[in-house]
Structure formats: C-alpha cells, structure tokens
C-alpha cells in the first residue's frame, strides 16, 4: 500500500491552501505547459492517475471527454471531487497506484500530474498504463523533476561568493527520499531522467516531448521568487503514444 | 566557422596524453555503454561525426562495416587518423558540424562521440543527420551531460557540513558556456536535456535510449574518484532511429 499523506488532517489542511488546490489548474504554474502537450481531447475517455479535488476531470469533460475516471489513494480527496463534480460521465475511485488494475484498451488518454512520483514500482505502473491505452493512446504526465528530488538535501545553498545554488548530489542514487513537505516524512521515489524515459520506451511508448518546466517571463514578473526554477527545473512534463 | 580547439599546439599535445587518446574506445569510460546503444555494425555504411584519431572509424570496420567516413574540423587530428588507418574502406574529411553538409540517405549510422557539444546550431546539424541517413537509420551519439556544463562555475564546492556538491544553477540559460580545458577559452554550448530530446524528434528521429552515463563498480574500483559521477552525470548518451 502507497504512502497516503493526503488524508492525513494537517497534509490536507496545509495542501488546501495552495493556488492549485482553491483555484484549481490556472493555480498551477505549470498547467499551460502540460495542456499544450495534451491531445485534442474530444470524445477521448480518459483516466486521470491521482485526481485530487477532480479539477482536471471537470476540465476534460469541459474539453470535449467522453468519459473520465479519477482515481487516487485518497478518500478526502475523492469525497471533495465528488462533491464539487455534477456529471454522470465523471466517475471517481480509489486506487492505490503500487497496485493498479485498469480494463484493457479502455482508455485513449492517461494523464497524471505530480503524482507519479509516489510509486514505487514504476516500471510496473507504466505497463498496467500501457495495457489500459488503446493503440495509439496517450499517456502524458507530470511529476516532480529528478533535480529536484535528487540532493540528499533538497534545499538552496547560498555560496561564499554569493551564487545561490541548487547542491546537487547522489543523482545516479535511485529510491526512496524522505522529506518533510507539510508533514514529517512523505516518501518520494528518485528515478533518473534517462531511466524514465527508458521505462517507456521498454514498455512500448514512444516519446513525443520532453519539457523540463520553466517559468514564463509573465509568471516571473507575478511571482519573482519562481525565477529559481531556471537555475533547477521543479517539473517534468513528459507526452508519449502508446505504440500499435 | 566553429571554433577549432583540437589544431591549437597546447591542446593538442595535451589532448594526446588522455587514456582514450593514448589507448583508443577502450580508454573512454563509457565507451562500453555507448558500444550498447549501435545496431549490429555488419555492412552499415556509417559517418563519424568528430572522428578525432579514428579509432571508432577503424572499430566500426573491424566490427564488419562496408565503409566509414570520418569527419572532423581538426586538421591535425586528420592528419594522424590518416597516418594510424590502413583502410581504403575508411575515409577522411574535414568537416565544420556547423554547417555540415553530407549526401542524402548515404548512410545507415550516424555515431558521434563527445562532439556535438560544441555544436552553436543543433537543429540544424540534426536536420543534415535526418536527411543522410536512409529511413530507419540510427544516429548514436555522447555529449557532456547538460548538468556537467549548465552551472555558473562548473566545480565541485564542498559546503560547510562536509557535503560535497555540484553547484546547480543557469539550467534553463541555454548557450554558450566559455571554460578553460587544457586551454583558456574553449566554448561549448549548452543545452537542456529536454531540448536537446525535442530537437531530435521534431526533426523527426524516435528516442530509442537515453543513458546519464554512471561509471560500473569495477570501474569505481580501478578508478575511486570516478564515482563522483554517481552524483553528478557527466555524459548523456543518445540512441535515436530515423523514421521512415
């Protein structure tokens, strides 16, 4: 069983208070990047791999979706989609992603943000994404970037001379990264770059973009301290096809 | 004109004193890796971008190829390529990558090893590749990993607590990077790994593998300050087949 931070009552009042959660996907900075590199998404049937308070599923209805299902490992998360959604064409459930099950050849789009990043046997996932994608299916996601995750300790350091940088360390070290992020210990897990993009290919994927998240010069004039995220990207993006 | 390092006497001579160029394939640590990532090289016509000494240009013969053509911007180093091959199968040319310009569909490997970084206009020589290569073809190549040129000051800190990092930062300033090796002023430029990965494929190559070359345990055990580069990649290697 999946690490469940998110029902956890002090997780999910601090989480409550991000711009993404209160005003949903325009509250994530990165939002504009991953939609460009959605397909058109009329009639598509879509599964959303950590759905959160259901803003994405609401939005790919909005967008023309057939159907959506939103899965997530968290019960409070799942009851305030399902409070703020009004469509019979979105369903919600539990699903713990370590262990997913999905109908084969269900889907024609799997979309996850920041999620993935929580599994642990990712390699398995992807295959279990893979069966559930008809040919030609998409699957596009976000996590966090391997950079951020990597440093045995993820935190700016400002230099002698000045130059705040981003200490990075143990990159080439895969696994499990405790971190204290709202609460004490949530457990992330580090993958290289190279090594999922590898997952994919392996498991029958082809890569259709790679975007290593930076802010837009009209974010940073909004949000100034956003500009670090050119030092050191935050997000991965990443748009695949399921191959025939 | 690119910039041409490789014919200044300094360089040159220091250049000569490496493993891999005293030893050949066998002296480049990850040689092996990329070795992994060619196609069987049985009757492949292949091009060698940066050839150097030739010692992949006689390798690829040896491993069956039916013709190999080394390109390379340093006279010199043509010049004693030429000198150490006995191969009428094998030529040489000098070339400037920045403005390279090769036959169409004349070869079914395009390999390139540590050179590509030098490279101001990637698209475009990714362009030449596509169009020389016969569909299905592969190009295959290292670089300096993005994360060994993007920093302000690419070296090693070690911070108060005893952490030794790599200084993060400027990873979204793509460009040129200026730094002295084994001589002042040699230019590289840098490029995200995302960019780098998107050039390829809107120019239409499929991501067959990515590999943030990590040294093995023997080599970390022949070699004990190699393993520096279990926390910081120093080469990306790339394997992508043309689309038809």
Redesign the interface.
């Known amino acids: 069983m999946a690490q469940n931070i998110y029902d956890d009552p002090a997780f999910f009042a601090a989480y409550a208070k991000f711009r993404r959660s209160a005003i949903g996907l325009d509250g994530a900075p990165e939002w504009a990047a991953l939609r460009a590199l959605l397909p058109p998404m009329a009639s598509l049937r879509v599964v959303d791999l950590g759905c959160g308070y259901g803003w994405f599923c609401r939005w790919a209805r909005e967008a023309g979706a057939a159907a959506v299902l939103g899965l997530d490992v968290s019960q409070k998360m799942l009851e305030r989609a399902q409070a703020d959604t009004q469509d019979a064409a979105i369903r919600y459930q539990r699903a713990d992603l370590d262990v997913l099950d999905l109908p084969e050849a269900a889907f024609d789009l799997a979309y996850s943000s920041l999620a993935l990043h929580y599994v642990e046997d990712f390699d398995r996932l992807v295959g279990a994404v893979h069966r559930a994608l008809a040919p030609g299916g998409r699957f596009v996601f976000s996590i966090e970037h391997p ?1 951020f995750m990597a ?3 993820p935190a700016w ?1 400002t ?1 002698g001379d000045g ?11 895969e696994g499990a990264r405790t971190t204290d992020w709202l609460v004490k210990g949530v457990v992330k897990y580090h993958r ?3 090594a999922t ?2 997952t994919l ?1 392996r498991r029958g994927f ?7 998240w ?1 802010p837009t010069p009209d974010q940073i004039a909004a949000i100034p301290e956003i500009s670090q ?5 935050i997000f991965l993006l990443v748009a695949t096809e399921r191959q025939a």
Chains 1, 2 share one sequence.
């Open positions: 950079l440093p045995s300790q350091v230099l130059r705040k940088v981003w200490p990075l360390d143990s990159y080439h070290h290289t770059l190279g993009l590898n290919i082809s890569i259709r973009h790679v975007e290593e930076s995220e050119l030092d050191r990207p």
